[in-house]
């Protein structure tokens, strides 16, 4: 259900005496006409903006924040509501409104532009996001509220139907930058614990085979400039204008539209694989490791 693509793992294991209980708990809605009754996100139509659709064979290279017809969708980062902050939108439907700079899938939406052009994809095509919510609950934690924690993922990636269903009833075209979902992973260090003894199959979390059953998060980055800009030590204006020079000027509005923060960059993401039950991941009385693995494909 992922269209995401990843060059970065990271493994995390979570360690307790007692037996883990990896049973999914039940999601509100899997279907993107449909929204939980508990998040704001069914609130009556006139609360979300009317989309304007781009036509496909409208070009338009760059945009300016006081030119005629833009009109971003406003986003609160760090709002703890994810309704309140409102969703990332940085599809090519909406041209005009678009709170994002750059495009989803990092490098490779290269190659839907090839299959556009190889009349391959229709350029309207909109995902059906029906079962892309995810399989376990992450989150929210305290740390999603907070810009200074919360500068290189969007931290509600995975619940685009969930919270914002009732944009989707309306014709936004809006893409998680997550997916979780359930995997195997097959390690060649847990076999060799397997036949040294180091490690026992549990058939629930490791099998006799040397399978693991794990949760897995694959991540799309989503920078919040001015968060980045910071941590490197440096102005937004300078990080902008360096990202511009640096790429070949692919991105002027990261010259021209300092109001819009949020930038989806062209690289690899990252997949986040999850031994344990993850709502455990915050509890600090639970031996956690992480491993992270950099892997180039």
Known sequence: ??????????????????????????????????????????????????????????VNLTSHSDAFGVDPVPISWGHPDPVVRGPVICTVRHSSQRNAI?????????YTGLAVAAGKLNPDYVPNLKLTSPVVNIGPYKSWADPKKMAAMDPF??????????????????????????????????????????????????????QSVVSKAAIEPVWYLPEISRRFGCTESNLRQSIFRMTNGMYPELITRPDIKIFLPPIGGLTIYIW?????????????TVRVHDECN
């Open 1 to 58: 259900s992922s269209v995401l693509y990843h060059c970065v793992r990271v493994y995390i294991f979570l360690f307790r005496s007692t037996t883990l209980n990896m049973s999914p708990k039940p999601i509100d809605s899997l279907s993107p006409l449909g929204t939980s009754n508990d998040n704001g996100s069914n609130k009556k139509d006139d609360t979300v903006p009317v989309p304007e659709i781009t036509k496909p064979d409208f």
């Open 276 to 288: 344990g039950d993850p709502d455990t991941i915050p509890d600090e009385d639970i031996e956690l």
């Open 102 to 110: 750059g495009a989803h899938s990092g490098s490779y939406c290269i």
């Open 157 to 210: 990636g995975h619940l685009t139907v969930e919270y914002f269903g009732n944009w989707l009833d309306k014709g936004w075209d809006i893409r998680p930058t997550i997916a979780v979902t359930k995997a195997h992973i097959d390690l060649p260090e847990c076999r060799e614990a397997l036949s040294t003894g180091r490690l026992k199959a549990d058939g629930k979390i490791l099998m006799p085979t040397g």
